[in-house]
């Protein structure tokens, strides 16, 4: 039982304890299997609705006097008395106590509530709308009018109230009384919606002048496209077509200017195109485009091609399109003239045109546009061009002097001590080749050698003279390539491979033996492996059994060891003992040629399941690798396989969590496999072996005190 002192008035001399909430424990779910009877959201629910207490009702009372009534009412009023004076600022309060009056019939006391209401919130109006609705619901129309009066007046900005004052007037009959309410409406100059409202009524009485006095007034309170647009259409629609053409007119005089402008031209000209007045609609086409900013012209500009294609003639069509399209890029290349893709763009209009001064002017105009910064960044686009103006001119002016020109002019503008382009170096070489000038070609690629050397050059070099057939310059250019990257292993190896095409065999050796020698490679693995296959290739099995142990002396990778296994167990010399002996002498030679690969496979395991148990223990799973590639070869040896042999190395793969840590601290646990070799084994028993030892010591020390 709590101490009196420690409860606590505030929680009825409940203690803290008593009123803390106990939550149940999470249960572990230990069988995650699915139920076999599987039951839906939809069967709970229905369970539970089923299952549900009826609902408590008070009991329904009858009055059977007018005294009960009485009682009735007053305790009702008293309740609602009693809310209000709690809940002042709730209007629903409110509301539901004069509909209540209202349901009793005591509509005096129903408005005094109301009366009431609007005094603690009159801007709210709702309170207006219910109040007017109830007056015209029990068809107290004067009383009506009264609240939509008082409710315009103090929120003349709530256009429901206007709406609604307007339609009971009209529902009425009262026309005049409507009209007035528009009127009073209008001095508050609304938004445009009001105003078309006005004019919708005017016109469901066919009162035309009314409406466009309306509109006159209409386009000075809101003088924008869309309210002129309106008006002109308005009297389009009555036949009035001068009408409908002054006011556009008029509303060109006014906004020329502004945001909108395009609407208005477009609109003009359709309607001048429906009154058959083409002339009048290409001269407002063209006004319009003179006068209206390109960014801002887009729809102007289609408007005026489809116009053009359905009354002009081709030439008229062709000059409105390539117009607009050039219009538009010239606006673009004057705001930057660094954009290169909108050079691009126009260029390629100006080609589809054909213009060759025009397309030449364009291209010059655009190179001349040079890279601020000499960073490659800024050229890559800049550089295409004087690639695409080359070849414009090498294949559709067939100017090749030209050609060689802005090939000659590119590549003196780039500056190659910073940064240069393999592409365009090429690009030249290939123009002279296909103009059969080989001497110009070597010219221009020994140039980019000496001055911006790049992988590209070299590799495009060797084989343009390989296709030649002059060896000796392609053994002149491998070399000058290995002297600027001798850490190249691609260099290196087609070096080679192009010295054993040609059946040099020791001078490949001798690149694949300077290459390896090089203190830094970029991918040495491709190089060694390229020369293990060259050595194969020979038949030089003792070479390749060199290079292996070279390699083994330089990195112990996996990789590496299993393919030394993988060599010496596809190892097959050649001699010619084999061929002269007869077929059972030749299959007893086979067998035993088998044994010794198996042997030298086997040896070659052996080494590295040493290496990585005594000088890299920490590489379990590289170890676990090695093996069971190890036994798949065993089972692929057959009958001369021992598997028995592998099986007792392998190690158990054991499940274990360790802990994940990251920067905010520990975040759980993370499952991974570890291996368990059979040494190690041996060794954990030993050690426990100790410990128990070492107890049963300590008890014997204890008790003897």
């Not at 009001?194 to 209409?218: D, P, Q, T, V």
């Not at 309607?271 to 006068?291: G, P, Q, S």
């Not at 690969?597 to 590289?622: C, D, G, M, W």
Request: charged residues 35%.
């Amino acid at each position: 039982m709590a101490s009196a002192k420690d409860a606590d008035p505030t929680l009825g001399y409940l203690t803290r304890k008593d009123t803390e909430v106990k939550l149940p424990r999470p249960t572990r779910v230990k069988n995650k299997t699915p139920a076999p009877i599987q039951i839906t959201a939809e069967q709970i629910l229905r369970e539970a609705r089923e299952r549900q207490e009826a609902e408590i009702r008070p009991p329904k009372q009858k009055i059977t006097d007018s005294t009960e009534l009485a009682e009735y009412r007053l305790r009702k009023r008293k309740e609602f008395e009693d809310l209000i004076r709690r809940v002042r600022w709730n209007i629903s309060v409110w509301i539901k106590y004069a509909q209540w009056e209202e349901s009793q019939k005591d509509f005096n006391r129903a408005r005094s509530v109301w009366e009431r209401a609007l005094e603690v919130d009159y801007k709210n109006h709702t309170l207006w709308l219910k109040y007017a609705e109830v007056e015209m619901k029990n068809k107290f129309i004067n009383h009506a009018r009264n609240v939509w009066d008082r409710a315009v007046s103090l929120l003349p900005r709530v256009d429901q109230l206007w709406y609604k004052y307007i339609h009971m007037e009209e529902m009425l009959g009262n026309v005049a009384g409507a009209r007035q309410v528009f009127e009073r409406w209008m001095g508050w100059t609304p938004d445009q919606q009001g105003w078309l409202s006005y004019i919708k009524f005017e016109l469901r009485y066919n009162e035309i002048e009314r409406a466009r006095g309306i509109f006159e007034r209409f386009v000075q309170c809101h003088p924008k496209v869309g309210a002129w647009i309106r008006y002109a259409k308005f009297e389009m629609k009555n036949g009035e077509v001068a009408k409908a053409r002054n006011v556009y007119e008029r509303a060109v005089e006014k906004l020329a200017d502004d945001d909108e402008a395009e609407l208005l031209f477009v609109a003009f000209a359709e309607f001048e195109e429906r009154c058959k007045e083409t002339e009048r609609a290409r001269c407002i086409y063209k006004f319009a485009l003179d006068h209206i900013p390109k960014g801002r012209a887009e729809d102007l500009y289609r408007k005026f091609v489809a116009f053009e294609k359905q009354y002009g003639d081709r030439e008229g069509i062709e000059d409105a399109i390539v117009g607009k399209r050039r219009f538009q890029y010239e606006d673009e290349v004057r705001k930057n003239p660094l954009n290169y893709d909108s050079w691009f763009d126009y260029i390629r209009l100006e080609e589809s045109v054909g213009n060759k001064e025009r397309i030449r002017e364009v291209y010059e105009r655009s190179i001349a546009n040079i890279p601020p910064a000499e960073e490659k960044r800024y050229w890559q686009r800049y550089i295409y061009l004087w690639i695409n103006y080359a070849l414009y001119e090498e294949l559709d002016a067939g100017d090749m002097e030209r050609t060689r020109d802005v090939y000659r002019e590119c590549l003196k503008l780039i500056p190659h001590q910073k940064f240069s382009f393999a592409k365009i170096w090429l690009l030249a070489a290939q123009f002279e080749i296909r103009q059969l000038n080989l001497k110009a070609a070597r010219q221009i690629l020994g140039n980019a050698i000496g001055k911006a050397p790049k992988d590209k050059i070299f590799k495009k070099y060797i084989e343009i003279e390989l296709q030649l057939g002059n060896i000796d310059r392609c053994r002149k250019l491998y070399e000058k390539y290995l002297e600027w990257s001798p850490e190249n292993c691609y260099a290196w190896s087609k070096y080679a491979e192009l010295e054993r095409s040609l059946c040099e065999t020791d001078r490949a050796r001798a690149i694949f033996e300077l290459a390896i020698a090089q203190p830094a490679l970029d991918m040495p693995e491709l190089l060694w492996k390229a020369y293990i296959d060259f050595e194969i290739a020979e038949g030089e099995f003792e070479r390749t059994r060199e290079l292996y142990e070279r390699l083994l002396d330089r990195t112990k990778h996996l990789k590496v060891w299993i393919s030394y296994a993988k060599f010496e167990a596809s190892a097959v010399e050649e001699d010619g003992r084999g061929s002269d002996l007869p077929e059972d002498d030749l299959q007893a030679y086979q067998r035993e040629q088998r044994k010794q690969r198996i042997q030298h496979t086997r040896r070659v395991f052996e080494k590295a399941v040493n290496y990585y148990r005594t000088s890299a223990p920490e590489l379990k799973e590289e170890r676990a690798m090695l093996l069971e590639e190890w036994l798949n070869m065993e089972v692929a040896f057959g009958e001369l396989g021992d598997v028995s042999l592998v099986q007792t190395k392998l190690p158990k793969k054991l499940k274990k969590k360790r802990p994940i840590v990251t920067e905010d601290g520990p975040a759980g646990f993370e499952e991974y496999i570890d291996y368990l070799f059979p040494e190690e084994t041996q060794t954990t028993n030993l050690k426990i072996l100790e410990a128990a030892y070492k107890w049963k010591k300590q008890k014997l020390s204890s008790d003897d005190d």
